[in-house]
């Protein structure tokens, strides 16, 4: 056996240790699962074996299952009773070990996630070493899946369906105090005692009949429809789950359905549905889609996969803030918790001062929270020095500016900047509105300068959009993504472009929600699919938020910039006719598409229907949630075309960590692919019919769907970049 | 097809749905008993000449279950030959066994027979019987599944109906209610309920609260916030209806049916037995239709199935005298009211549910009786008797004097 030892010691315990090579983390590769399943035929046979007690040799037990594998399971052709089988193999060989006759315990080192964990509660006890970094859980569900190794029918049966749904459906992790409070593990030990504990238990009590292979077990706390408690758990349970995926997420009803159907059956029983269920989301595209986007590419995307090679890691020790607004505070609150010197800068000292109450408030909350000590929060606090004077950006290696959306202003500060921080020093731009390179004819070495483009709040949000300008270097690049590495932020790489890759992108969506609004679609209607499309807010709220009158001078600006060459979208004459003759110019000024009523909720303004009078007949809320979404994932596919995007991957991640595009859809251009691209290609063609020529097919794509490739095919950006 | 008349009508008064109601000692099975006694009693029937005894009944379980209609048939002292069965479409139960019982007749399958319904709701609380639409989760998520009360909101929230507006229905209810019991409209058909020792438990419907105010309904909180916004209803309601911006809701005790026990009867039989027996035919049944429509909002029903009735029997709204639409939710009427242009001065005009109470297995045989009792009384000639039916249903029935 490679990935087990195996070793029996004077008491007739055999001991397995865990140990998969080439991985920091044991995962359920197929050779560690047939090596378990020999392990227990080992266990079961040989009668000098009295019991056995699972470890694991790393400082984690078992990290859960081979991700990549379940990526390729969507689409790799085996039927529905092929996967089955394939279900059925690890959820089976844990059912051997639980009725292999002999008593097993789990000695749960640390980390035990997914199939990890459902080692241990197929063994007859479980005691877990009290370490710190570790933790408990079955998270399946944020990969779209679920636990399929029994999970769903062991965890109920220990402790109950509510806390069991609850865990399996939230994807908890639990720390083993609070393991061993929710019943999962039987005890918690230090880790030194870890191994004996459970040798003592097989040797001193070692009952090897699970729970629920002994006779009148009853699952605790009810199960059934014949069973009050059972019945408004399942009943409320289902609603929530509703309300929560807005029916976009497969996994958690069924979850709950595994729950449900199983428990009131014999485990083996309960084991054949929960298969079935698991098969059914192996072939829905949205575990296909979640895992390959927010696991496998985000977690390249964190690993830095867009930095260029060849030049050595760098470190950001002293960060240059300039600008302590909203974002620059955000900025410099990241940077000083990261362990960064951070100066920041604003035209006087009350104004940096005002940025770093900032940080001195969200550490408060931390420590008021009990979840930072106070001379921890200090010594951040204390990494922040507040100047309005440019000589202390003397030594920064990096430098980030946020102030006004000003062209001169901005070179302004570039030059001041650059005469005394050191000559390898990068410069970068946190605009969201204005070009890079048009920015860095400003500075007087180009190819250190680029775009760190934050979103808000900085604290919350968990991308990083690095833009490069014509002339940015490598170097830049590069120091630009170890510093997001630093903060421990996503990055996504795009080239130049007006608004880049996200906002560009975004824009489309509230637009298309404005455009609507103009040809008189249910406000009602619009805002509610929007979001049970899965966008954060809905199109008419985003724009109250950010405010139309920002909307407003945005439109003039560009149209400014590009002279003969700007097209009005369609959406700006909504904003004009709000600005200009309304008056409702955003939720800061208390009136824009909602009315905001001191007390009670926010409400679409009642005037919305005498300003666009309701169409006859209204579009139904597919049609109204295949514009909102669509236009996006078009423009996604235009990014690519002009090289603002380089890679899949960014656009992908982006969508989803950047504005908030549903993650069920695994990105905008993962949508693409999930609606088939030929489908898609042909419900846009509809559109642009109807709508105008925002749904415009681009030619790539048209060929992508006649060539079948899809974006994330090996050959498919090199088949772009030769058109 | 033969002719299905109705003979006779008895119901028991409504007691409050709870510990401190009058019904609340009574056991299902005596309750019926007694109903089917008093049905037995007064038409100085020999049972043997019963075909079927068929009840509804909503939350046939514990004492409620194994047929109720067998059991209170042997415990009324019927003759051993009468059968029994329950049957459940919710909240149309009693007016459904009537359609059955009559449909019985009319197919020459049956010559006399009684439809009726029963409910303890303070014995057997409402959703006693659990069941797959609310709980099963693959069930309730994929149909959209909502509590009654959301749907009601949801009417309210889409068709624009204000708690002033649900609010001033109600005060409407209780006022024509007050008015009829007073002036002893319903005299001829409630039966006082006995005790082992023959004393009066109850003999008026005790849910009641005349002179009721806009301000006194005001005053009471909305009933179904938490399941709307902490259990998630709200979300799912709106997921079905995204062009509703927002559940409002206007529903609360006041403005809603109450909850009751009571039991009711009506006896049905051809022309033949009629003759036979000498009973007296009071009205003919016309017609009548059940329809499915669109489950989470799941009230919509009456104008539908009113609709599909009509239709049936080759009539319009305009031929029908008197309406009486159970008032399970102010919202509900007022829906039905706008949709089939009916005026309220034809409906429900001695009140309803809202003021008198909702024994769901009962309530469709009830409205039945109060409305043949009403076209008597003004001399008229038709009506529709019409229920909201859970799980998005509908059920009508059209009666005629003879």
Same mark, same amino acid.
């Given at each position: 056996?490679?990935?087990?030892?195996?070793?029996?010691?004077?008491?007739?315990?055999?001991?397995?240790? =865990?140990?998969?090579?080439?991985?920091?983390?044991?995962?359920?590769?197929?050779?560690?699962?047939?090596?378990?399943?020999?392990?227990?035929?080992?266990?079961?046979?040989?009668?000098?074996?009295?019991?056995?007690?699972?470890?694991?040799?790393?400082?984690?037990?078992?990290?859960?299952?081979?991700?990549?594998?379940?990526?390729?399971?969507?689409?790799?052709?085996?039927?529905?009773?092929?996967?089955?089988?394939?279900?059925?193999?690890?959820?089976?060989?844990?059912?051997?070990?639980?009725?292999?006759?002999?008593?097993?315990?789990?000695?749960?080192?640390?980390?035990?996630?997914?199939?990890?964990?459902?080692?241990?509660?197929?063994?007859?006890?479980?005691?877990?070493?009290?370490?710190?970094?570790?933790?408990?859980?079955?998270?399946?569900?944020?990969?779209?899946?679920?636990?399929?190794?029994?999970?769903?029918?062991?965890?109920?049966?220990?402790?109950?369906?509510?806390?069991?749904?609850?865990?399996?459906?939230?994807?908890?992790?639990?720390?083993?105090?609070?393991?061993?409070?929710?019943?999962?593990?039987?005890?918690?030990?230090?880790?030194?005692?870890?191994?004996?504990?459970?040798?003592?238990?097989?040797?001193?009590?070692?009952?090897?009949?699970?729970?629920?292979?002994?006779?009148?077990?009853?699952?605790?706390?009810?199960?059934?429809?014949?069973?009050?408690?059972?019945?408004?758990?399942?009943?409320?349970?289902?609603?929530?789950?509703?309300?929560?995926?807005?029916?976009?997420?497969?996994?958690?009803?069924?979850?709950?359905?595994?729950?449900?159907?199983?428990?009131?059956?014999?485990?083996?029983?309960?084991?054949?549905?929960?298969?079935?269920?698991?098969?059914?989301?192996?072939?829905?595209?949205?575990?296909?889609?979640?895992?390959?986007?927010?696991?496998?590419?985000?977690?390249?995307?964190?690993?830095?996969?867009?930095?260029?090679?060849?030049?050595?890691?760098?470190?950001?020790?002293?960060?240059?803030?300039?600008?302590?607004?909203?974002?620059?505070?955000?900025?410099?609150?990241?940077?000083?918790?990261?362990?960064?010197?951070?100066?920041?800068?604003?035209?006087?000292?009350?104004?940096?001062?005002?940025?770093?109450?900032?940080?001195?408030?969200?550490?408060?909350?931390?420590?008021?929270?009990?979840?930072?000590?106070?001379?921890?929060?200090?010594?951040?606090?204390?990494?922040?020095?507040?100047?309005?004077?440019?000589?202390?950006?003397?030594?920064?290696?990096?430098?980030?500016?946020?102030?006004?959306?000003?062209?001169?202003?901005?070179?302004?500060?570039?030059?001041?900047?650059?005469?005394?921080?050191?000559?390898?020093? =990068?410069?970068?731009?946190?605009?969201?509105?204005?070009?890079?390179?048009?920015?860095?004819?400003?500075?007087?070495?180009?190819?250190?300068? =680029?775009?760190?483009?934050?979103?808000?709040?900085?604290?919350?949000?968990?991308?990083?959009?690095?833009?490069?300008?014509?002339?940015?270097?490598?170097?830049?690049?590069?120091?630009?993504?170890?510093?997001?590495?630093?903060?421990?932020?996503?990055?996504?790489?795009?080239?130049?472009?007006?608004?880049?890759?996200?906002?560009?992108?975004?824009?489309?969506?509230?637009?298309?929600?404005?455009?609507?609004?103009?040809?008189?679609?249910?406000?009602?209607?619009?805002?509610?699919?929007?979001?049970?499309?899965?966008?954060?807010?809905?199109?008419?709220?985003?724009?109250?938020?950010?405010?139309?009158?920002?909307?407003?001078?945005?439109?003039?600006?560009?149209?400014?910039?590009?002279?003969?060459?700007?097209?009005?979208?369609?959406?700006?004459?909504?904003?004009?006719?709000?600005?200009?003759?309304?008056?409702?110019?955003?939720?800061?000024?208390?009136?824009?598409?909602?009315?905001?009523?001191?007390?009670?909720?926010?409400?679409?303004?009642?005037?919305?229907?005498?300003?666009?009078?309701?169409?006859?007949?209204?579009?139904?809320?597919?049609?109204?949630?295949?514009?909102?979404?669509?236009?996006?994932?078009?423009?996604?596919?235009?990014?690519?075309?002009?090289?603002?995007?380089?890679?899949?991957?960014?656009?992908? =991640?982006?969508?989803?960590?950047?504005?908030?595009?549903?993650?069920?859809?695994?990105?905008?251009?993962?949508?693409?692919?999930?609606?088939?691209?030929?489908?898609?290609?042909?419900?846009?063609?509809?559109?642009?019919?109807?709508?105008?020529?925002?749904?415009?097919?681009?030619?790539?794509?048209?060929?992508?769907?006649?060539?079948?490739?899809?974006?994330?095919?090996?050959?498919?950006?090199?088949?772009?970049?030769?058109? | 097809?033969?002719?299905?008349?109705?003979?006779?009508?008895?119901?028991?008064?409504?007691?409050?749905?709870?510990?401190?109601?009058?019904?609340?000692?009574?056991?299902?099975?005596?309750?019926?008993?007694?109903?089917?006694?008093?049905?037995?009693?007064?038409?100085?029937?020999?049972?043997?000449?019963?075909?079927?005894?068929?009840?509804?009944?909503?939350?046939?379980?514990?004492?409620?279950?194994?047929?109720?209609?067998?059991?209170?048939?042997?415990?009324?002292?019927?003759?051993?030959?009468?059968?029994?069965?329950?049957?459940?479409?919710?909240?149309?139960?009693?007016?459904?066994?009537?359609?059955?019982?009559?449909?019985?007749?009319?197919?020459?399958?049956?010559?006399?027979?009684?439809?009726?319904?029963?409910?303890?709701?303070?014995?057997?609380?409402?959703?006693?019987?659990?069941?797959?639409?609310?709980?099963?989760?693959?069930?309730?998520?994929?149909?959209?599944?909502?509590?009654?009360?959301?749907?009601?909101?949801?009417?309210?929230?889409?068709?624009?109906?204000?708690?002033?507006?649900?609010?001033?229905?109600?005060?409407?209810?209780?006022?024509?209610?007050?008015?009829?019991?007073?002036?002893?409209?319903?005299?001829?058909?409630?039966?006082?309920?006995?005790?082992?020792?023959?004393?009066?438990?109850?003999?008026?419907?005790?849910?009641?609260?005349?002179?009721?105010?806009?301000?006194?309904?005001?005053?009471?909180?909305?009933?179904?916030?938490?399941?709307?916004?902490?259990?998630?209803?709200?979300?799912?309601?709106?997921?079905?209806?995204?062009?509703?911006?927002?559940?409002?809701?206007?529903?609360?005790?006041?403005?809603?049916?109450?909850?009751?026990?009571?039991?009711?009867?009506?006896?049905?039989?051809?022309?033949?037995?009629?003759?036979?027996?000498?009973?007296?035919?009071?009205?003919?049944?016309?017609?009548?239709?059940?329809?499915?429509?669109?489950?989470?909002?799941?009230?919509?029903?009456?104008?539908?199935?009113?609709?599909?009735?009509?239709?049936?029997?080759?009539?319009?709204?305009?031929?029908?005298?008197?309406?009486?639409?159970?008032?399970?939710?102010?919202?509900?009427?007022?829906?039905?009211?706008?949709?089939?242009?009916?005026?309220?001065?034809?409906?429900?005009?001695?009140?309803?549910?809202?003021?008198?109470?909702?024994?769901?297995?009962?309530?469709?045989?009830?409205?039945?009786?109060?409305?043949?009792?009403?076209?008597?009384?003004?001399?008229?000639?038709?009506?529709?008797?019409?229920?909201?039916?859970?799980?998005?249903?509908?059920?009508?029935?059209?009666?005629?004097?003879?």
């Amino acid at each position: 056996m490679k990935t087990i030892r195996f070793e029996v010691d004077s008491d007739g315990i055999a001991l397995l240790t =865990i140990d998969v090579a080439e991985r920091s983390m044991n995962v359920l590769t197929p050779e560690l699962q047939a090596d378990l399943s020999e392990s227990i035929d080992k266990i079961s046979s040989d009668e000098a074996i009295k019991g056995a007690v699972i470890t694991s040799a790393k400082s984690s037990f078992v990290a859960g299952a081979d991700l990549m594998s379940m990526v390729n399971a969507y689409e790799d052709g085996r039927s529905a009773a092929e996967k089955y089988e394939y279900a059925r193999g690890f959820q089976q060989i844990l059912r051997r070990l639980e009725t292999c006759g002999k008593p097993v315990a789990a000695a749960i080192n640390g980390t035990a996630l997914g199939g990890g964990l459902e080692i241990c509660l197929a063994c007859h006890y479980r005691v877990a070493a009290d370490v710190p970094k570790s933790v408990l859980g079955l998270p399946e569900v944020q990969v779209g899946l679920l636990p399929g190794g029994g999970g769903t029918q062991r965890l109920p049966r220990l402790i109950g369906q509510q806390a069991a749904l609850q865990l399996m459906t939230q994807g908890t992790h639990l720390k083993p105090k609070a393991a061993l409070e929710q019943g999962i593990v039987h005890d918690v030990v230090a880790l030194d005692d870890l191994v004996p504990a459970a040798k003592r238990w097989v040797l001193e009590t070692g009952d090897p009949v699970q729970p629920w292979d002994k006779k009148g077990f009853k699952v605790p706390g009810g199960a059934g429809l014949m069973h009050p408690g059972s019945i408004q758990t399942l009943m409320v349970g289902s609603a929530l789950i509703a309300k929560e995926t807005n029916h976009n997420y497969p996994a958690p009803i069924a979850i709950m359905s595994c729950v449900y159907e199983g428990t009131v059956l014999p485990i083996d029983a309960g084991l054949d549905i929960e298969s079935k269920y698991f098969v059914t989301l192996l072939m829905d595209p949205v575990s296909r889609n979640m895992t390959r986007t927010l696991f496998i590419n985000k977690g390249a995307a964190d690993k830095l996969v867009r930095r260029p090679q060849g030049i050595d890691k760098t470190k950001v020790t002293k960060l240059g803030m300039l600008g302590a607004g909203m974002m620059g505070a955000g900025i410099a609150y990241v940077s000083a918790y990261a362990g960064m010197k951070v100066v920041l800068l604003d035209r006087d000292r009350d104004a940096a001062e005002k940025g770093k109450d900032y940080s001195r408030a969200l550490l408060q909350k931390r420590i008021d929270r009990g979840k930072m000590a106070s001379e921890k929060a200090q010594e951040i606090l204390e990494r922040i020095v507040t100047t309005d004077d440019y000589a202390e950006l003397e030594g920064c290696e990096l430098v980030i500016e946020a102030v006004f959306e000003d062209k001169g202003i901005k070179a302004d500060v570039t030059a001041k900047t650059e005469a005394v921080i050191p000559a390898d020093a =990068i410069f970068a731009s946190n605009t969201s509105t204005l070009p890079i390179t048009g920015l860095a004819e400003a500075s007087k070495r180009p190819e250190q300068f =680029i775009g760190i483009h934050f979103f808000s709040p900085v604290d919350k949000m968990p991308l990083v959009e690095v833009i490069l300008g014509e002339k940015t270097g490598d170097r830049a690049t590069a120091v630009a993504l170890d510093y997001i590495q630093q903060i421990r932020k996503t990055p996504i790489v795009v080239n130049d472009s007006r608004g880049f890759y996200t906002s560009r992108v975004f824009g489309t969506y509230t637009n298309e929600g404005m455009t609507m609004l103009c040809e008189g679609i249910s406000p009602a209607l619009i805002e509610n699919v929007a979001k049970q499309a899965g966008m954060a807010v809905g199109p008419l709220a985003v724009m109250d938020e950010v405010t139309l009158e920002l909307g407003y001078h945005v439109g003039k600006a560009t149209a400014a910039a590009l002279g003969d060459d700007y097209k009005p979208t369609t959406g700006s004459p909504v904003i004009e006719r709000f600005v200009e003759e309304l008056d409702r110019r955003g939720k800061r000024f208390g009136k824009g598409f909602y009315d905001y009523p001191e007390s009670g909720k926010k409400h679409l303004w009642p005037g919305l229907s005498e300003v666009y009078p309701l169409a006859d007949p209204q579009p139904s809320p597919d049609e109204v949630r295949k514009r909102l979404l669509y236009v996006q994932a078009l423009d996604t596919v235009r990014c690519l075309d002009e090289g603002v995007l380089t890679h899949p991957a960014d656009g992908d =991640i982006g969508s989803i960590l950047g504005w908030g595009f549903p993650p069920y859809t695994g990105g905008t251009l993962s949508l693409i692919e999930t609606v088939g691209l030929q489908t898609f290609v042909d419900e846009c063609d509809r559109m642009a019919a109807a709508y105008g020529e925002r749904f415009a097919v681009p030619d790539s794509l048209r060929e992508q769907a006649k060539a079948g490739r899809g974006f994330y095919a090996e050959d498919s950006m090199a088949a772009r970049s030769a058109a | 097809m033969a002719d299905a008349f109705v003979y006779d009508h008895v119901r028991t008064p409504r007691g409050r749905g709870k510990a401190s109601g009058s019904l609340h000692p009574i056991t299902p099975v005596e309750l019926t008993s007694q109903m089917l006694s008093s049905l037995r009693d007064r038409n100085e029937l020999d049972t043997s000449y019963l075909d079927d005894v068929v009840l509804g009944c909503v939350s046939p379980v514990g004492e409620q279950g194994a047929n109720i209609a067998r059991i209170s048939a042997l415990t009324a002292g019927y003759e051993q030959n009468v059968p029994g069965k329950q049957l459940n479409r919710f909240c149309a139960s009693g007016l459904e066994a009537i359609n059955t019982a009559a449909s019985q007749v009319m197919a020459g399958q049956s010559d006399l027979a009684i439809g009726g319904g029963v409910e303890c709701m303070s014995r057997v609380p409402m959703g006693s019987d659990s069941g797959a639409m609310a709980a099963d989760p693959r069930v309730a998520y994929d149909t959209y599944f909502a509590p009654q009360g959301i749907s009601a909101d949801l009417i309210a929230s889409k068709y624009g109906f204000s708690r002033d507006d649900v609010d001033g229905y109600a005060v409407e209810s209780q006022k024509r209610a007050a008015n009829a019991w007073e002036q002893g409209y319903f005299k001829n058909s409630v039966v006082p309920v006995v005790d082992r020792l023959g004393m009066t438990v109850l003999d008026h419907d005790e849910h009641m609260r005349p002179g009721t105010t806009k301000d006194d309904l005001g005053n009471l909180n909305p009933a179904f916030v938490i399941p709307g916004e902490q259990a998630g209803f709200d979300a799912v309601a709106l997921q079905r209806y995204p062009e509703v911006e927002a559940i409002h809701h206007v529903h609360t005790g006041g403005n809603s049916s109450g909850i009751v026990d009571g039991a009711a009867g009506v006896l049905i039989g051809s022309k033949d037995i009629g003759d036979a027996l000498g009973l007296k035919p009071r009205a003919r049944i016309k017609g009548f239709a059940s329809i499915g429509t669109e489950p989470t909002i799941m009230l919509t029903g009456p104008a539908p199935s009113a609709e599909k009735v009509l239709k049936r029997c080759g009539m319009t709204t305009s031929d029908i005298d008197l309406f009486e639409l159970n008032e399970a939710f102010a919202s509900v009427v007022l829906l039905f009211m706008q949709q089939l242009d009916v005026d309220h001065d034809k409906l429900n005009v001695n009140g309803g549910a809202i003021a008198m109470g909702h024994p769901l297995g009962a309530t469709g045989a009830m409205i039945f009786g109060t409305v043949l009792d009403e076209l008597e009384r003004r001399d008229q000639s038709t009506a529709l008797i019409n229920l909201c039916v859970g799980g998005g249903m509908g059920t009508a029935t059209i009666i005629e004097r003879v």
